[in-house]
Each structure stands twice: as C-alpha cells, then as structure tokens.
C-alpha cells in the first residue's frame, strides 16, 4: 500500500467562532466549536419519519472511509428517505466500518458490513452480500452515490446482474415518480419514471432532513465463502512529484523568498509533501507551471500548506482558501499570509528550511518521529 497522503473528503473538522478551520482530535468539539462544513446553531430535536411498521422498503448502499460517510454517500440514504411514505422503511447499509450516527440521514435500519470497505477490491464478495440483503428485505428502490471511490462500479455491476430492472445513472433530479439525468451535453433534461436502482451525481439531494430515522443497527447477513475471479494486488506506491496537487493533502509551496529551489526539494522530501509554488516563483523559473497554485493556477485543499517565502497576494490567498492549516515562513511579519496563516516563523527562508530538515531527521535516527514511506 503507498503511503503517500491524498486529502480524505470525509476528514472531520470544526469550525472556531471566529470561522477558522480546526482539526478535531476527538469526537466531540470544544467550547464555541461546532462540527461540519458550517457552523450552525443549536436545533431543536426533530421527530421521528415514521412510527408505523415497515411494509416495504427503500434500500441505500454505500462505502464509508474511516468510519465515516462523504456527503454523496449520505444523499443517498437522505434520498431513500425522502421517497419513503410511512408504511415504508429505510435501511442503510455501509461498506466499511461507521463510527457515527446516521439516523439524522432518515435510516430505519442500519447493516454495517467492515470487511467490504473500499480498500479492499473483493467484488463477488460484495455482489453476495448485496444479492442475500436484497433478497431478504426486496426494496423497492436502491439508491447509490454514482461516484468513482466503488460505489458507482458496484452499483453498475448489481444494475447488469438484474437486467430485467429499470435502473438510471448519473440521476440529478427525482421524485417519488420520475428521475432526471442531463442530456445533449447538459443542455436539457431526460425525465424517466422512478426505477428501481438510481445513482445519485453529487449535489442532488439535500442531507438536512425535517425528521430523523429509527437508526436500529441489524446484524449482515451470513454469507459462506464466496470464490473471488479476481485478485487485489493492492496500491501501487507514488512519488509526491507524481500526485496532482488538487489531491495532495500535504504541500510545502514556494514563493520569491525561496533562493535555493533544491532546498525546498529536499524539505518535501523529508516531510512526504508535494511542492508548489506561487506564481512569482514560476514566473521566474524557479518552478514549472503546473505548479502553480492560485487565482490563475491551481486551488489546493490541503490539511497542511506550508507557505515559505510568499508573501501572500489575494490570487494566491484565493487558491488556498479551502487549506485546514496555513504555516508561513517570511521576512515580513506583515506580509499577507501572516493574517490567514495558523503559525507564522519570522526569519530567512533557507535557513529556516535547512535548520527544520536538520531537525526532523534527528527526529529519526533518536526514534522521535518515523519515516516516510515511499
């Protein structure tokens, strides 16, 4: 498995009073701090969808990561309880582990399956356990986030292995009657009525209910050993230099106060981060274009970007204003980037660079911090 860090879409944080991004440690957040992409007020508790025994039932599928839904797997289950009418129940089941609750997302019933989370590529293995569910429980509809991370692949391979059922993919309008999918290159709607396997595109459904879900958890089914005709050969390891920037969740950007480019090699290199640039730096040459992070470059997302010798103009600020922390290096305490940066160091740019590589790398050989794998 590579060890190179790509930005997980799922990663929880919190927001400050003041509105900067914080890492969370735990699971709950500290004074003044509120989880989710925006800090929202105290709400009241909401009723239950449904008190009446399950008749039929909608059916919502989905990878976690780590133990948590990304936003296109929770619409999915928030959709399959916007279509549910009350003699109709709603079960989620989860590939992979989940740590958190999913009843705010309408689920009646919850499967949670750990062994078939994405990581591991076992095909057959998820078609069985999805085929016994189905059998047992015959939802009416199935919905699934038509994404690249597995979910879209399974949903493809259950919509041909039922090809007498309707199915619709990449869906971005639906209704207890019909779906929508974009047509003629997105200029017009396709209008189709509601089959019974739907893959929802990002963006399609709203995931704050009016009402919240039963969230009984129901033990998976038992399945017996199941053949696999593939074999998963893992990850291939990737060199930093090899991962776009818009993945990297770790960048050590250059700007005009970086002399010694080599320098700024070498500290990513020793930190497992990609390299970027402002435009200054590319400008001058110091780095190719396709690293060039900005307004007229690239917009970054980082956990961590470390700015070293940019002084910080709104072009740049601009292209990495979705990063959950900022460290600057700079001669100027009142550049720019001292104000959106989370840790500022005042001083030379090489010589910080050099003094911090020195310093991670005893680290090392003293066993205080471990090796970046490759």
Known sequence: MSGVKRIDPRRPYCLSPSGLR???LGESGGAGFQFGAMARPHKKVKPRRTHEPAKHWHMAIA????????????????????????????IAVILGD??????????????????????RFQPQREEAVIQALLDEYQPAQVLMPDNMLGDGDLGRRLI???????????????????????????????KSILPRFVLLTPGTVDIELPFVGAGEQT??????????????????????????LEEADFIVSAGNGVRNVETIDTLARTLGAAVGA??????????????????????????????????GAVQHLQGIKSCRHVIAINRDAGAPIVKRADLTVIGDAEELMQAL??????????????????
């Not at 990878?63 to 709603?90: C, K, M, Q, W, Y």
């Not at 740590?99 to 949670?112: F, K, M, Q, T």
């Not at 435009?279 to 307004?295: C, F, M, N, T």
Request: proline letters at 4%.
């Open 22 to 24: 914080r890492i969370v």
């Open 160 to 190: 041909a292995k039922h090809e007498r059922a309707a199915a619709a993919t990449h869906v971005v309008e639906l209704d207890r009657q019909h779906v929508s999918v974009r047509w003629n290159s997105g200029t017009i709607f396709a």
């Open 63 to 90: 990878h976690s990561n780590r133990g948590r839904l990304d936003d296109h797997a929770r619409e999915a289950v928030a959709a399959s309880a916007i279509l549910a009418t009350p003699e109709i129940g709603v």
């Open 98 to 119: 989940l740590h958190e609750d999913i009843a705010a997302l309408g689920a009646d019933r919850i499967v949670v399956i750990p062994e078939l989370d994405a990581a």
């Open 357 to 374: 590589i020195t310093r991670v790398e005893q680290a090392r050989n003293q066993g205080e911090a471990g090796e970046v794998e490759r």
């Open 219 to 244: 033990a998976p089914p038992q399945i017996s050993s199941v053949t696999e005709v593939c074999r998963d050969l893992g990850l291939e390891p990737t060199e930093m230099s090899d991962i776009a």
């Open 278 to 311: 402002s435009r200054v730096a590319v400008d001058e040459g110091k780095l190719p274009r396709d690293k060039q992070i900005g307004a007229s470059g690239k917009t970054v997302s980082a956990t961590t970007y470390f700015a070293i010798g940019i002084s």
